[in-house]
């Protein structure tokens, strides 16, 4: 299968046990979910092609949205290039771009992916990688997938830093100011939170006793009873608790449109400022 030049995938890289959180980071509950299932999830939203996860040789993973498929990292300990390296393999075959990103990016915004893939709409760029909040963010990054064999390459030679990609393929370099000459990611994300990641135990509890995103809540038809007519403002990390907010179950009676267009009822769906949630009475058709 050819690979679309207009065709985005996504690549999660799970990892292993962390030595300075002391376990998985994938795994780490985040707002009745995983830090993988949430990224994972933001990456369908964002991307218009297919979606894995790479994990280490034989490592569990924890559930993971419909639709992402999982590869195996071939070598343990080679660290994050081996990763990224799989993982393009993996979709080469199927999207021209990627966006990659590590698992443990809980303020990822979708804005910040769509940014940075547009990125490799210049035919010249290769590798987009962001220079954000003073650092270079190699998974936070878009790749074209064709770079699979020449990871490949550097790592056969011990070239294990991502950074190595620089000498050898064209690189576009970001930084804060020109990643937020776009309106959407401006707005919804100024502070670029989007490539804050938790690496200890006491980032992880200050990430996630931040308040919930920013969203937009209404109640259509039968469910704008009374204190639930208008529109209004709420936080919530993810679908379920918008529908708490609001003082709705989701059952087999409720659905949600999502930004007016994507239907669902899943509770551990991420939201993200700027969102807008309108929940429907599914036996009635909203």
């Known amino acids: 299968m050819r690979a679309r030049a207009d065709t985005a995938a996504g690549v999660v890289l799970i990892g ?26 933001l990456l369908v939203r964002a991307v218009s092609g297919p979606v894995i996860a790479v994990r280490a040789p034989g490592q569990a993973v924890p559930r993971l949205p419909p639709g992402v498929d999982v590869v195996e990292d071939p070598v343990e300990g080679l660290g994050p290039m081996q990763g990224i390296g799989a993982g393009l393999a993996a979709v080469q075959d199927r999207a021209a771009v990627a966006f ?63 950074g190595m990609l620089l000498k050898h393929c064209d690189t576009d370099l970001p930084d804060d100011q020109a990643l937020l000459t776009d309106r ?28 919930g995103p920013e969203i937009a ?5 039968a469910l704008a009873g009374a204190g639930r007519r208008g529109r209004r403002t709420i936080r919530a990390a993810t679908l379920g608790e918008a529908a708490t907010g609001v003082g709705l179950t989701l059952d087999r009676h409720v659905i949600a449109a999502l930004n007016g267009d994507q239907m669902t009822r899943d509770p551990e769906l991420p939201l993200v400022t700027g969102d807008t949630v309108a929940f429907r009475s599914a036996d009635a058709g909203g």
């Not at 809540?217 to 038809?221: F, I, L, R, S, Y």
């Open 16 to 41: 292993g046990r962390s030595s300075r959180m002391g376990r998985p980071k994938a795994a780490l509950e985040w707002h009745g979910s995983t830090l993988a299932y949430r990224t994972c999830a």
């Open 100 to 162: 990659v990103c590590s698992t443990d990016m809980p303020f990822l915004h979708p804005a910040f992916i769509r940014r940075v893939l547009r990125g490799l709409s210049d035919p010249q760029v290769d590798f987009v990688l962001p220079v954000a909040r003073g650092f270079r963010q190699p998974l936070a990054a878009g790749y074209r997938t064709r770079l699979a064999g020449l990871i490949g390459d550097l790592l056969v030679k011990g070239d294990l830093r991502p």
């Open 184 to 211: 959407e990611l401006a707005t919804n994300d100024p502070n670029l939170d989007s490539v804050v990641n938790v690496n200890t135990p006491e980032e992880y509890t200050a990430a996630h006793e931040r308040p």
């Open 217 to 221: 809540v209404e109640c259509c038809g």
